[in-house]
């Protein structure tokens, strides 16, 4: 029996978070209350509280919801990174990037980045960045990858370096979604532009 509790409680969960992402994405974050999505999931709105004290909560397990699956692919791409230092890093990155707009519109990241901003304390700023450091950790890994296979020099601070990368595909992201207009590949092309430099300055000699 208790599985089957367990089961039925994460199907529930799972409705209430499939209908924030259509609703939110549909009708935008500020407009969508609770007991819209409570009548979408399918649920009381009792039961919605208690799975989320707040709509912003709901938000942000949907960031968490995509963070989790990019980090899932991003795996792969660390265990096994294409040839080429620039190759392997921007097929982590472009993982991250074409997997952004898959459940959050542009306003609902700029609604949950404004969460995290506004009250960085709080469990949802603390989770954000959280989410956020683990996908530096993953770009760190990378470049320690790299550094093993001998494509990337091993003098390089990896972590140093790492967060550097981080900051900089993370800068363009923000850049992304203020822009209602920016398209995905100016995204993808922008950074193109800064990690080609960068990964020709670290690569060895042998990978030139």
């Not at 542009?106 to 989410?131: C, D, F, H, Q, V």
Request: some cysteine.
């Amino acid at each position: 029996m208790a599985g089957l509790r367990e089961r039925q409680k994460a199907d529930r969960e799972r409705r209430i978070l499939r209908a924030a992402v259509t609703q939110f994405r549909a009708d935008g974050y500020h407009s969508v209350r609770i007991e819209d999505l409570a009548e979408m999931a399918e649920v009381s709105v009792g039961t919605v509280y208690n799975y989320y004290r707040t709509k912003g909560d709901i938000l942000i397990a949907v960031v968490a919801m995509e963070v989790e699956e990019v980090l899932a692919s991003g795996a792969a791409v660390v265990t096994d990174p294409p040839d080429g230092v620039c190759e392997a890093l921007l097929a982590l990155i472009f993982g991250y990037y074409d997997h952004s707009l898959e459940y959050l519109s542009k306003e609902m990241w700029r609604s949950a980045m404004a969460l995290s901003i506004e009250a960085p304390g709080t469990p949802n700023g603390r989770r954000y960045t959280e989410l956020d450091r683990r996908l530096a950790v993953q770009v760190t890994d990378l470049i320690r990858s790299l550094i093993a296979r001998g494509e990337v020099r091993d003098d390089v601070d990896a972590n140093a370096l790492g967060q550097i990368i981080f900051s900089a595909l993370n800068q363009m992201f923000i850049e992304f979604v203020k822009d209602d207009a920016m398209t995905l590949e100016a995204l993808r092309s922008g950074i193109a532009k800064q990690i080609g430099p960068l990964a020709r300055l670290i690569e060895t000699e042998t990978t030139r």
